[in-house]
C-alpha cells in the first residue's frame, strides 16, 4: 500500500514529490506533480509488464484495472465503475465523445468563451468535417454571481429559433475553467439546457476537478459524461484520467475511443469498457497508478483529516489571494467561493508584454513558476495561481514582494 | 512424425541467451512471442526514467520548452533512421492503431468511397474501416488471401480481380496494406501492391501499416515513399524502445489530423482563409498532457542497438532471420509439418504448423508450456483454411537450444494427450 512519508503540510510536503528544491512551482494546475511513491509504484508496474508482457497485457492488467476503476468510480459517489473508463487526458475524453457522435450539417455545439482551447480546437475540426456549427456563449470577466454565467447562457439558448433549438447537439461545460478559473454551476447548466432541448448531451469537461474540489458526479444532475484528470490535481503519473458516460445513453449514442483497436469488433458491438479499455498496446500503468494516488491521499488525510488536502490547499489559496489582492491592490475575477486551489489575481500591471518578461525573470532569476495572462475582451492582465499542500503562506509572501518590486518601478 | 538427429546447436552464435541481461525479462520466462508486445532495452528504461524525473522537477518547462526540443532531435534522429532528408513529414505518437487511426479518421472520405485492404490485415484496421463504414457511409472492399500462401501472386492477383471487379461508379479512395502482416506473419510485397492499385486507380491513396516492420526489416522511407502515401510503424515491437511509441509518416501532411486534437492545435474554420495552423508536427507534438517520455526514448533506442550491434559484430537482423529460417526448418522437420509461406517471406516471426488440427488441444499445450516451463509461445488457428500453426518470434536473446527445446515440449505435450 502505498503511503506518504511525510505527513505534515507545507514545505515537508516537497519530500513526497519530484520537484526540483530550486522551483517554486505557483502552476500545479497546468501540468500536475506525481507524489514520488506513486511513481514508484508505476515503475514496478512498468517491471511486471516488462518481465513478462503477454501475460501482463493479456491478464495481469485487465485483472488489476478493475479495482483501479472501482476505486475512482467511489471517489466519485458512483455505486459502480460500470459506466467510467480510463483514458490519458482530458483531450483524449473530449476527443473521443466529439469525434464519435453521429452528426448532420447544422448541428449545434455550445460551450463558453471560457471553455478550454482544445474543446474549441476539436469543434472548429468538426465544423470543418462534418459542417456543425458552434454557439459561443461569451463571458465577461470579471465574473460577479452565478448569474455571469447562467444569464449569458440562458439568453443565448432562448435567442435560437425552434429548429436551431432542436439542433442543439452537445452543450460543453467546464467544471472549474482554465483559464481564468472558475468553478461553473454545472446542476443549473445542465437543466437549462436539457429544458431547451431534452435530446441535447451534456459534457463536463472537469479536467481540473478531481483532487482539487470533491466531485460526486450523481449529484451533478441530468449531466451526460464527466471527465477529469488524474495527474493534475490527484498526484497521478503523466498520461491519467477518466470519463464517465451515462448509463442511459452509453449504448444509444455509442461513444467510440479515439483509437479503434484490434480488440473494437465495431460491427459486432463491443462494449464499453472493453472498446476503450485497450486502444493498441501502450503503457498503461499510469491508469494504474490511479488506485496508488488514492492511497497515496488517503495514507495524508487519515492523520490529517478526511478533505484535508482539500481544505489546506482551498483556505491557503484564499489567504494568498486576500493577501495580494489587498498587498498589489487589486482584485480577484470573481467571488471566492469560485475559486478553489486555482485563483486569479489581477496583477499590478496593464502591460501584457510586461507581465510575459517578468514571468520569464521570476523563472531565470529565482526560479519561480507563474503563469502571466491577458483576457482578450477585457484587457485584463492577471495570473492565475495553484495552491497546494507543499506551499505556504510565506511562498505567497515572496511572490506578492517580488511581482511588485519588478512591477512597481516600470509601472 | 520422423525424428531427426540433434541438430549442431552452433558453436558460438553472437547472441542468444548471453542477451537477456541487457533486457527485463523474467528469468525462467522464456519468451517466444516479442512480436505481440515488444520488450524494452533496460538501458533504454533507464534514459527513459531519466526524462521523466526532468519532467517532474519542472514540468513547466519541460513541457514548455525542453520536452519540444528533445523531441525535435528524437525526430531528426529517427528520420536520419529512416533515409528521409528531414523530420518534417514525420510524427511519432503511440502506436500503430493511433497511427492507422489518425489517418483514416482524418482523411475527407465521403459516402460511397471505397477503402480496400487485403483480409490479412490486422484487426484493427478492419475495426477502424468498420467504424468509418458506419460513420461515413464509405463502402469496405476486403480482399481474400488464401493461407498458405505460395507466392506474391498470391496476394497480387486478388488484387488485381478485386479492383478490375469494382463498379464502374464506385471511387477507390484508400488501400491499406501490411508490410508484415500479424497473424500469420508474412512480408507483403507493398511497393508490388501499390503499383497494382495506382496503375488501376490513379488517384487511390496507399496507407501502409508497417507495426512490425522498424527493427524488424530495413526501411528506407525515402525510396518507398515513392511508392505509398502513408507509413506507420511502432518503435516499441522490434526497435526496443518503451511501450507507447510509434511513428507515422505522410507524403502529403495536408489535412492529416492526430486522433486527439489538443489546445495547441488551432483548427481554423472553413472560410477564414487562414490555412493549416499549426504544421503537422506541431498538431502532433501535444495532444493533451501524458507522458512523451517514451517518445524521447526512440532516440535512444536508436543508439542501443546501434552498440549492440557494434559490440556483437553482426546485425540484428541478420541474425534473428537466420535464426528464424534454421528453427522453421528444424521445427518443421521435427513436427512433419509445413511453414505457411515461403522461408523469404519471413523475417523474425515464423509461422509453423502444429502437429495437430485440434486449436483446443493446442491451447491446452499452450497453457502447460507456460505454467509448468515458463515458456510463452502463440497458438493460433486461421479460420480460412483451418490449419493450426505457432507464430514465433526470433530474438537476440534466444538461440538455437531454445526451439529444440520447444520443439519437444510441442511433442511431448501433444503426445501426452493422445495416450
Given at each position: 500500500m502505498v503511503c506518504a512519508s511525510n505527513t505534515t503540510y507545507g514545505h515537508q510536503q516537497l519530500e513526497n514529490f519530484l520537484l526540483d528544491p530550486t522551483y517554486l512551482n505557483f502552476n500545479h494546475g497546468s501540468f500536475g506533480a506525481v507524489a514520488r511513491p506513486v511513481l514508484d509504484a508505476q515503475h514496478n508496474y512498468v517491471l511486471q509488464q516488462e518481465a513478462r508482457p503477454d501475460i501482463w497485457f493479456r491478464e495481469t492488467y485487465?485483472?488489476?484495472?478493475?479495482?483501479?476503476?472501482?476505486?475512482?468510480?467511489k471517489e466519485c459517489g458512483l455505486?459502480?465503475?460500470?459506466?467510467?473508463?480510463?483514458?490519458?487526458?482530458?483531450?483524449?475524453?473530449?476527443?473521443?465523445?466529439?469525434?464519435?457522435?453521429?452528426?448532420?450539417?447544422?448541428?449545434?455545439?455550445?460551450?463558453?468563451?471560457?471553455?478550454?482551447?482544445?474543446?474549441?480546437?476539436?469543434?472548429?475540426?468538426?465544423?470543418?468535417?462534418?459542417?456543425?456549427?458552434?454557439?459561443?456563449?461569451?463571458?465577461?470577466?470579471?465574473?460577479?454571481?452565478?448569474?455571469?454565467?447562467?444569464?449569458?447562457?440562458?439568453?443565448?439558448?432562448?435567442?435560437?429559433?425552434?429548429?436551431?433549438?432542436?439542433?442543439?447537439?452537445?452543450?460543453?461545460?467546464?467544471?472549474?475553467?482554465?483559464?481564468?478559473?472558475?468553478?461553473?454551476?454545472?446542476?443549473?447548466?445542465?437543466?437549462?439546457?436539457k429544458s431547451v432541448n431534452p435530446n441535447a448531451l451534456v459534457l463536463i469537461d472537469g479536467a481540473h476537478a478531481i483532487g482539487q474540489i470533491k466531485v460526486d458526479i450523481p449529484a451533478l444532475g441530468d449531466i451526460d459524461y464527466y471527465l477529469s484528470n488524474a495527474h493534475k490535481w490527484l498526484y497521478a503519473p503523466k498520461g491519467s484520467a477518466f470519463l464517465w458516460t451515462n448509463p442511459e445513453q452509453i449504448d444509444t449514442v455509442?461513444?467510440?475511443?479515439?483509437?479503434?483497436?484490434?480488440?473494437?469488433?465495431?460491427?459486432?458491438?463491443?462494449?464499453?469498457?472493453?472498446?476503450?479499455?485497450?486502444?493498441?498496446?501502450?503503457?498503461?500503468?499510469?491508469?494504474?497508478?490511479?488506485?496508488?494516488?488514492?492511497?497515496?491521499?488517503?495514507?495524508?488525510?487519515?492523520?490529517?483529516?478526511?478533505?484535508?488536502?482539500?481544505?489546506?490547499?482551498?483556505?491557503?489559496?484564499?489567504?494568498?489571494?486576500?493577501?495580494?489582492?489587498?498587498?498589489?491592490?487589486?482584485?480577484?475575477?470573481?467571488?471566492?467561493?469560485?475559486?478553489?486551489?486555482?485563483?486569479?489575481?489581477i496583477l499590478p500591471t496593464t502591460d501584457y508584454e510586461l507581465a510575459t518578461k517578468m514571468q520569464t525573470d521570476l523563472l531565470n532569476d529565482h526560479g519561480i513558476y507563474m503563469l502571466a495572462l491577458l483576457d482578450e475582451e477585457s484587457g485584463i492582465v492577471f495570473t492565475r495561481l495553484s495552491s497546494q499542500i507543499y506551499l505556504e503562506k510565506a511562498d505567497f509572501v515572496k511572490l506578492g514582494d517580488l511581482v511588485l518590486e519588478y512591477l512597481s518601478p516600470r509601472k | 512424425m520422423s525424428s531427426l538427429p540433434p541438430p549442431p546447436i552452433s558453436s558460438s552464435p553472437p547472441y542468444g541467451s548471453s542477451c537477456l541481461p541487457l533486457f527485463l525479462l523474467s528469468p525462467g520466462y522464456l519468451n517466444l512471442n516479442h512480436g505481440s508486445f515488444g520488450t524494452v532495452g533496460r538501458k533504454v528504461l533507464e534514459r527513459q526514467r531519466e526524462y521523466t524525473d526532468e519532467q517532474e522537477g519542472?514540468?513547466?518547462?519541460?513541457?514548455?520548452?525542453?520536452?519540444?526540443?528533445?523531441?525535435?532531435?528524437?525526430?531528426?534522429?529517427?528520420?536520419?533512421?529512416?533515409?528521409?532528408?528531414?523530420p518534417t513529414n514525420l510524427v511519432l505518437l503511440e502506436n500503430a492503431s493511433s497511427g492507422v487511426n489518425s489517418v483514416l479518421r482524418s482523411l475527407p472520405l465521403l459516402k460511397g468511397d471505397v477503402i480496400l485492404y487485403l483480409s490479412t490485415a490486422y484487426s484493427m484496421v478492419k475495426n477502424t474501416a468498420a467504424f468509418l463504414a458506419n460513420e461515413r457511409g464509405v463502402t469496405l472492399l476486403e480482399v481474400k488471401v488464401s493461407i498458405p500462401v505460395a507466392s506474391e501472386e498470391d496476394f497480387l492477383k486478388p488484387l488485381s480481380s478485386a479492383i478490375k471487379g469494382m463498379g464502374s461508379g464506385e471511387r477507390l479512395k484508400l488501400a491499406i496494406f501490411s508490410h508484415v502482416s500479424s497473424t500469420p506473419s508474412f512480408i507483403e510485397p507493398i511497393v508490388a501492391l501499390s503499383s497494382v492499385v495506382k496503375s488501376l486507380s490513379p488517384k487511390c491513396k496507399v496507407l501502409v501499416d508497417g507495426a512490425h516492420v522498424l527493427?524488424?526489416?530495413?526501411?528506407?522511407?525515402?525510396?518507398?515513399?515513392?511508392?505509398?502515401?502513408?507509413?506507420?510503424?511502432?518503435?516499441?515491437?522490434?526497435?526496443?524502445?518503451?511501450?507507447?511509441?510509434?511513428?507515422?509518416?505522410?507524403?502529403?501532411?495536408?489535412?492529416?489530423?492526430?486522433?486527439?486534437?489538443?489546445?495547441?492545435?488551432?483548427?481554423?474554420?472553413?472560410?477564414?482563409?487562414?490555412?493549416?495552423?499549426?504544421?503537422?508536427?506541431?498538431?502532433?507534438?501535444?495532444?493533451?498532457?501524458?507522458?512523451?517520455?517514451?517518445?524521447l526514448a526512440v532516440s535512444d533506442a536508436i543508439a542501443f542497438r546501434s552498440e549492440l550491434e557494434g559490440s556483437r559484430g553482426m546485425s540484428v537482423i541478420e541474425y534473428n532471420t537466420g535464426l528464424g529460417r534454421w528453427a522453421g526448418d528444424y521445427l518443421v522437420?521435427?513436427?512433419?509439418?509445413?511453414?505457411?509461406?515461403?522461408?523469404?517471406?519471413?523475417?523474425?516471426?515464423?509461422?509453423?504448423?502444429?502437429?495437430?488440427?485440434?486449436?483446443?488441444?493446442?491451447?491446452?499445450?499452450?497453457?502447460?508450456?507456460?505454467?509448468?516451463?515458463?515458456?510463452?509461445?502463440?497458438?493460433?488457428?486461421?479460420?480460412?483454411?483451418?490449419?493450426?500453426?505457432?507464430?514465433?518470434?526470433?530474438?537476440?536473446?534466444?538461440?538455437?537450444?531454445?526451439?529444440?527445446?520447444?520443439?519437444e515440449l510441442v511433442l511431448k505435450y501433444l503426445r501426452h494427450n493422445e495416450v
Open positions: 485487465k485483472t488489476l484495472i478493475v479495482e483501479t476503476r472501482e476505486k475512482i468510480s455505486v459502480n465503475a460500470d459506466n467510467l473508463v480510463l483514458l490519458e487526458n482530458a483531450s483524449a475524453a473530449v476527443n473521443a465523445i466529439f469525434r464519435s457522435l453521429s452528426l448532420q450539417r447544422g448541428d449545434i455545439f455550445v460551450y463558453f468563451s471560457t471553455a478550454y482551447g482544445m474543446v474549441k480546437h476539436t469543434a472548429a475540426w468538426l465544423e470543418v468535417d462534418k459542417g456543425i456549427k458552434i454557439l459561443e456563449v461569451p463571458v465577461t470577466v470579471p465574473i460577479t454571481s452565478v448569474q455571469s454565467l447562467l444569464d449569458p447562457m440562458k439568453n443565448a439558448l432562448d435567442d435560437l429559433s425552434p429548429e436551431e433549438k432542436a439542433k442543439v447537439k452537445v452543450a460543453t461545460f467546464s467544471h472549474i475553467s482554465s483559464v481564468p478559473a472558475f468553478i461553473e454551476p454545472i446542476k443549473e447548466l445542465a437543466s437549462l439546457v455509442r461513444p467510440q475511443p479515439s483509437v479503434i483497436s484490434s480488440e473494437n469488433d465495431v460491427s459486432g458491438g463491443t462494449d464499453y469498457l472493453t472498446r476503450f479499455g485497450y486502444t493498441g498496446t501502450k503503457d498503461f500503468t499510469a491508469y494504474l497508478s490511479i488506485s496508488d494516488s488514492l492511497d497515496f491521499r488517503h495514507s495524508l488525510e487519515e492523520v490529517n483529516g478526511e478533505g484535508s488536502i482539500i481544505d489546506y490547499s482551498t483556505s491557503l489559496a484564499e489567504w494568498a489571494g486576500d493577501h495580494l489582492v489587498e498587498q498589489w491592490k487589486t482584485s480577484r475575477l470573481s467571488p471566492k467561493e469560485f475559486e478553489a486551489a486555482l485563483f486569479n489575481v | 519542472r514540468p513547466d518547462v519541460w513541457f514548455r520548452d525542453t520536452y519540444l526540443k528533445l523531441l525535435s532531435s528524437t525526430l531528426t534522429n529517427l528520420s536520419q533512421y529512416l533515409s528521409l532528408p528531414s527493427g524488424q526489416l530495413p526501411l528506407n522511407l525515402n525510396s518507398l515513399g515513392e511508392h505509398v502515401d502513408y507509413y506507420v510503424s511502432n518503435c516499441h515491437k522490434w526497435m526496443y524502445a518503451p511501450k507507447g511509441s510509434a511513428f507515422l509518416w505522410c507524403k502529403d501532411t495536408s489535412g492529416v489530423q492526430p486522433t486527439v486534437i489538443s489546445s495547441r492545435n488551432k483548427v481554423d474554420p472553413p472560410g477564414s482563409g487562414v490555412g493549416e495552423v499549426p504544421d503537422f508536427g506541431s498538431r502532433y507534438a501535444y495532444t493533451g498532457t501524458k507522458d512523451f517520455t517514451a517518445y522437420g521435427l513436427w512433419g509439418t509445413r511453414r505457411l509461406c515461403p522461408r523469404e517471406m519471413e523475417a523474425f516471426m515464423i509461422n509453423v504448423e502444429l502437429p495437430t488440427n485440434a486449436i483446443e488441444e493446442a491451447e491446452r499445450m499452450r497453457v502447460k508450456m507456460l505454467e509448468e516451463e515458463g515458456v510463452y509461445m502463440l497458438v493460433l488457428r486461421d479460420e480460412g483454411s483451418g490449419i493450426v500453426y505457432t507464430r514465433l518470434s526470433m530474438q537476440v536473446y534466444l538461440e538455437r537450444e531454445d526451439f529444440v527445446r520447444v520443439g
